[in-house]
C-alpha cells in the first residue's frame, strides 16, 4: 500500500519524516522521491540487518537519511537525539519484512528448518526457544489463544510441555512437527497448524503489541502540530489495538440532531479516513502477503 501512505502522509521538502520500521526502505525511498529528497529522514529498525538493506537503498538520498537502531517505542529519545523536536510524519509498518520470513536462520517461519530465534534486534532478549522450553503450560496456552487466536492452544500447549521432557526444543521444524502431532486430523487441512502458534510467539519474543500500544500512545507528543500518522497492520490484534487507541486520542462529543458528532475538547488527534484502508485487488495479486494488510491515518490535532 505504497501509494496510500504517500497519500496519507503527504510528505514535502523542509518536513521531518519519521519511518519507524524502515526495513529494506521500499516504503522509505517512496516517501522520499515523493517529497524530492529534501526531507529530514529518520530511517529506525530494530534489526541491523535490515538496516544494512536501507543504507544501500537510500543512499543516493546521501544527507537527507538518517537510520538508527532502535526499537521504535524509543521515538522520543530518538527524536531528541537526533536534535529533531517533532515529527511532521510518522509511519509504521507492522510486522517483519520479507527478508526475515525468508531467512531461515532468524527462525521466523515454520516451513523452513533454522534455530528457534524469532528475534527482530538478534542481539539482546529471549529467544522463542527460551519461551517454548520455560513457560509453563498455562502461560504457554494463555499466549498461544491471546496472540495465536488458536482455537487449540490448550492442546498445544501441552504437546509442547510433553515434548520438552525428552528433550528441549531447538528448531523451527521440530516446533511445527509437534504442532502438526498435536492438532486433531479433521483440522490439519487449510493453513499451516502451526501458523497461529509461531505468530504467537513472534509477537511474545518482541513484546509486539506493548511497543505498538506504547508509541501510538506518545505519538502526539512526538507529532508537530497537523503532523500525520499511519499505521499499516497485517493482523487483526494489531488493527483493533491501532483502531482503540486512535479512538482514545480522538474522542468525540455527543452529537446535536442531525449533525455529525462534534471533537472532544481533549482529542489530541483526527483520524484520516472512516475506518481502514484495504488494499486493492491488483495490489493482493502481485502480493499474496499484502492480502490481510489495513492501513489506519491520524493527524495532531493544532
Ligand atoms: C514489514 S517490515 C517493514 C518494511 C518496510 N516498510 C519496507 O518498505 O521495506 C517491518 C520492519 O519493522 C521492524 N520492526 C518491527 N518491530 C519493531 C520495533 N518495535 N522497533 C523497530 N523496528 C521494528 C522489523 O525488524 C522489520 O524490519
Not at 34 to 42: H, L, N, S
Not at 95 to 104: E, I, L, N, R, T
Not at 115 to 129: E, F, K, N, V, Y
Amino acid at each position: 500500500m505504497v501509494s496510500e501512505v504517500v497519500g496519507m502522509l503527504r510528505p514535502r521538502p523542509g518536513m521531518v519524516v519519521v519511518d519507524c520500521t524502515v526495513g529494506a526502505g521500499g516504503h522509505a525511498e517512496a516517501l522520499l522521491r515523493a517529497a524530492g529528497g529534501r526531507v529530514t529522514f529518520i530511517g529506525i529498525d530494530r534489526d541491523p540487518a535490515a538496516l544494512d538493506w536501507a543504507a544501500h537503498r537510500l543512499a543516493r538520498f546521501g544527507d537527507s537519511v538518517r537510520l538508527v537502531a532502535a526499537g521504535f517505542d524509543d521515538l522520543e529519545w530518538i527524536l531528541r537525539s537526533q536534535g529533531v523536536p517533532a515529527a511532521d510524519a510518522i509511519l509504521l509498518d507492522l510486522g517483519m519484512s520479507s527478508m526475515q520470513v525468508d531467512d531461515a536462520s532468524r527462525g521466523f517461519s515454520y516451513r523452513r528448518d533454522g534455530p528457534l530465534d524469532m528475534r527482530m534486534d538478534p542481539t539482546s532478549g529471549p529467544t522463542a526457544q527460551d519461551v517454548v522450553n520455560v513457560y509453563s503450560a498455562e502461560e504457554l496456552e494463555r499466549i498461544i489463544l491471546e496472540y495465536g487466536e488458536e482455537r487449540y492452544a490448550g492442546l498445544v500447549a501441552r504437546a509442547i510441555t510433553t515434548a520438552r521432557r525428552r528433550a528441549p526444543l531447538r528448531t523451527t521444524t521440530e516446533l511445527a512437527g509437534v504442532i502438526q502431532d498435536a492438532y486433531p486430523p479433521r483440522a490439519r487441512r487449510g493453513t499451516h497448524p502451526a501458523r497461529r502458534t509461531f505468530q504467537a510467539l513472534r509477537i511474545e519474543v518482541n513484546d509486539e503489541l506493548g511497543a505498538l500500544d506504547r508509541t501510538l500512545r506518545a505519538a502526539p507528543d512526538a507529532l508537530a502540530s497537523g503532523g500525520r500518522i499511519a499505521v499499516l497492520s497485517y493482523h487483526s490484534l494489531e488493527d483493533r489495538l491501532t483502531k482503540r487507541i486512535f479512538d482514545e486520542l480522538a474522542p468525540r462529543q455527543a452529537p446535536l440532531p442531525g449533525l455529525p458528532p462534534p471533537e472532544s475538547p481533549n482529542a489530541r488527534l483526527r483520524p484520516l479516513a472512516r475506518g481502514a484502508l484495504l488494499p486493492g485487488r491488483d495490489e493482493v495479486e502481485r502480493n499474496p502477503r499484502a492480502r490481510s494488510a489495513r492501513l489506519r491515518g491520524a493527524e495532531k490535532l493544532s
